[in-house]
Structures are given as C-alpha cells and as structure tokens.
C-alpha cells in the first residue's frame, strides 16, 4: 500500500495523514473486494525491515494502528463485511496492547466468512519461510513444497492470484515470496490513499485479461 507519505506531503499535511487516509482506503476496498466477489485479502501494512526506520515514526505509526483498531468507524465497515481477520509476522516485536488488540480480533471474527482478510504487520517474506522450515525440522515432517505451505503463516489459504503495489513501485519487497511465485503483478500509478474500488475494478479488469500458463 505505497503512496501514502507522497499523498501527504502533495497536500502539506503531516505524513502520518496520509497513512491515516490509507488506513480508510483499505477498509473501504474490503467492502469493494467483498462485493466482487474476492473471497481472500492480504494488506501489507507493516514490513520486518520498516523496524529499521526511526523510533519516532515507528512509535506515531503503531499508535496510529492501535487507534484503527480500537476506535473508529472504518474498522467496523470490515466488521460489517463479515471478514474474518488474521495477522500474519513477527507479533513477538508488537506492543503487549497491540497484540491483546489483534488477538481479540481474531477471536472476534473466527467465525466470520464472507472475506478473510489478513493484515501482515512485522511481516518479512524470507524470515517467514525460515520460521516454517524450523517448525518442520522440529516436526520431523519431510521437507516439500506441500510441508513448507502448510507451516507458513498463510498456511490453510490459497496462493494469492494478483498482487497489486501502488504508487508506481515495481517490486516485492519481501511480501509473500513462496506463495507469490506464479501471482499476477499490478503496478498502478496511483497513490495508495487513492485506491478505490474503481481503481480496484481496473486492477480485476486488467487480471482478467491476462493469460495464465504457469509454465506449461
């Protein structure tokens, strides 16, 4: 979901507005998805490397994911689509009220099944595969492609079909590398907080054009 500080800072007001902003897009594409008919959802809201950044933006950011969560009317449209909802990454490095916040969402939407909705926060695509191959290893499972699928922290869902990055970005950045590989690549110039469900109809007009061989 990239764009959000540009959108900011191209309506000179604070960058955390513009993820602000964000925060309300995404829930409004859960509906917009819900009513297409998509039936899984993954955001990626928060990368195991954006921990790198400064403590200060970090801080501003989880506080503003806390207040998502706990007050306000765009986490209750997801409420109202029926989405079941599940965080996927490392919660250990979250604050214990961020984690009590997720984990009562879970809990809340468990039975939830008109969307499921993922949200990858302290998420990182290779330290996730590492996370499967040790609990496989632990296991005494055999190492397979079915084995390490099922260990992941996607395991039970499919394998995305479109991935969409915002702003014009034509990478990855470490979202979902194994369950990726043969997913359809979207890269629309439009700053996140401007995706709507329009620009989510291009993105499902333009998948529905392309030709899936995978390979063979």
Do not use: C
């Amino acid at each position: 979901m990239d764009g959000n500080a540009t959108w900011a800072l191209a309506r000179s007001v604070p960058p955390m507005s513009g993820y602000a902003a964000g925060m309300k897009a995404a829930s409004n594409i859960v509906v917009a998805a819900k009513d297409f008919g998509i039936e899984y959802l993954t955001f990626y809201v928060f990368s195991s490397e954006n921990w790198g950044r400064p403590k200060p933006w970090i801080s501003d950011f989880m506080d503003l994911v806390i207040k998502f969560l706990k007050n306000g009317e765009d986490i209750r449209k997801v409420l109202d689509a029926g989405a079941r909802v599940r965080i996927i990454g490392d919660r250990e490095r979250l604050s214990s009220e961020l984690q009590k916040t997720i984990e009562a969402y879970e809990v809340m939407t468990k039975d939830n099944s008109a969307i499921f909705v993922q949200l990858a926060v302290s998420y990182g695509g290779r330290d996730e595969i590492v996370s499967a191959a040790k609990k496989i290893a632990a296991s005494g499972l055999e190492f397979t492609e079915e084995s390490i699928s099922a260990h992941l922290d996607t395991g039970g869902i499919p394998d995305p079909q479109l991935v969409i990055r915002t702003s014009n970005k034509h990478r990855l950045s470490n979202f979902l590398p194994w369950q990726t590989t043969y997913s359809e690549l979207y890269f629309p110039d439009v700053l996140w907080p401007d995706f709507d469900a329009a620009e989510l109809d291009k993105a499902i007009q333009e998948f529905a054009r392309r030709k899936r061989t995978y390979g063979k």
